[in-house]
C-alpha cells in the first residue's frame, strides 16, 4: 500500500526544471522548512539574502551567490527569509550521472565566477522558458556546460569548513539515520528501532542530532513523515485512512491525533486549505 500510495504523487523529476526560490507566506513554511528529498539531483543556486540549511541532519548558513548541491534521496529542508531569492534546479535522472555523488556547499566569493555562473544560469532559464525550436536540446546543453563549471567550482573550493563539520563523527551518525529515515520513514518504526540499527542508544542519537541540527531525532523522523502526509493530502484524492496505513500509523485516529498535533488542522481540514498561516 505503501508504495502504491506514494506512486499515486505527480513527478517531475524526470524533467528538467527551474522553480524560484523566495518568501511566500501564503504558501506555508511547510513546503520549505519542513524534511523531504527527491528521486534526482536539486541544485540550489542562491542569488541573494541568507538564511540556513538541513541537509542530512547538518544545519548551516547559507549566502548570496552560494551553490548547494543535493543528491537524490537526501533529506532536507531550508529557511527562506525576507530577503531570500534564488532558484532550485531539478536535474533529470538521465543526467544525473554527471554530478557528485556527496552533498556539496560552494560559497563563490570570486567575481569572475560569480558573473559566470549569472551567465549559465541566464542562459539556461532562457531556452526552459522559451517556445523555440529545439529549446529543449538547447537547456540540457547548458546545463551540461554548468555541471562542468560547478565540476571545476569543487576543485577550486576544496576544504570547506562544512566538509570538516560532515566528518565528524555525530554528522557521520545523523547522516546515517536521515538515510535511515530517508528509507523507511513510511514503516512503523520508532527512533528506538532506527537507533538500535545503528548501534547506539536513543539518547546518544538524539545528543548528536541535537550538536548537528538542534532538532531531536524524534523531530527528524516525525517531520519527515508528516511532510509526506500533506504531500499525499495536497497532491492526490489518496483517502485519508489508506493514507495513515501507508505511513506506518496504527490508525487513521492516531494518524489524525499526530497530523493536528504538528499541524494544527486535521488532515482534511489541511486538504480543503493546505497553506494556512505560519504552517
Known amino acids: 500500500m505503501a508504495d502504491q500510495t506514494r506512486r499515486t504523487i505527480p513527478s517531475a523529476d524526470q524533467r528538467l526544471m527551474l522553480t524560484p526560490i523566495a518568501p511566500n507566506p501564503q504558501a506555508g513554511r511547510w513546503r520549505t522548512e519542513a524534511m523531504r528529498s527527491h528521486a534526482t539531483p536539486r541544485l540550489l543556486f542562491i542569488a541573494k539574502g541568507q538564511g540556513r540549511i538541513t541537509i542530512a541532519g547538518l544545519t548551516s548558513g547559507y549566502g548570496p551567490n552560494n551553490l548547494i548541491y543535493l543528491p537524490a534521496h537526501v533529506m532536507y529542508g531550508y529557511e527562506v527569509g525576507p530577503t531570500v531569492y534564488g532558484q532550485i534546479l531539478t536535474i533529470p535522472a538521465a543526467m544525473a550521472h554527471e554530478w557528485p555523488d556527496e552533498v556539496v556547499h560552494l560559497r563563490l566569493r570570486d567575481v569572475v565566477a560569480q558573473k559566470e555562473l549569472a551567465t549559465i544560469f541566464d542562459s539556461l532559464e532562457r531556452e526552459v522558458k522559451s517556445g523555440r525550436s529545439a529549446h529543449s536540446r538547447a537547456a540540457h546543453y547548458h546545463l551540461g556546460l554548468l555541471g562542468v563549471y560547478f565540476e571545476r567550482q569543487m576543485e577550486a573550493h576544496a576544504g570547506d569548513p562544512r566538509d570538516e563539520r560532515a566528518a565528524s563523527a555525530a554528522a557521520r551518525l545523523v547522516a546515517a539515520y536521515t538515510d535511515l529515515i530517508e528509507r523507511d520513514f513510511h514503516l512503523p518504526r520508532g527512533v528506538a528501532d532506527y537507533a538500535a540499527r545503528l548501534g547506539v ?39 485519508v485512512q489508506d493514507i495513515a496505513r501507508a505511513l506506518g500509523f496504527a490508525s487513521p485516529a492516531y494518524f489524525t491525533r499526530a497530523f493536528q498535533l504538528r499541524t494544527g488542522q486535521t488532515p482534511s481540514g489541511f486538504r480543503r486549505n493546505p497553506a494556512p498561516a505560519g504552517a
Open 201 to 239: 542508544t536513543p539518547t546518544h542519537l538524539t545528543r548528536c542530532c541535537r550538536i548537528t541540527c538542534g532538532r531531536s531525532a524524534h523531530m527528524l523522523l516525525k517531520d519527515r513523515v508528516i511532510y509526506e502526509a500533506r504531500l499525499l493530502l495536497r497532491e492526490t484524492r489518496t483517502p
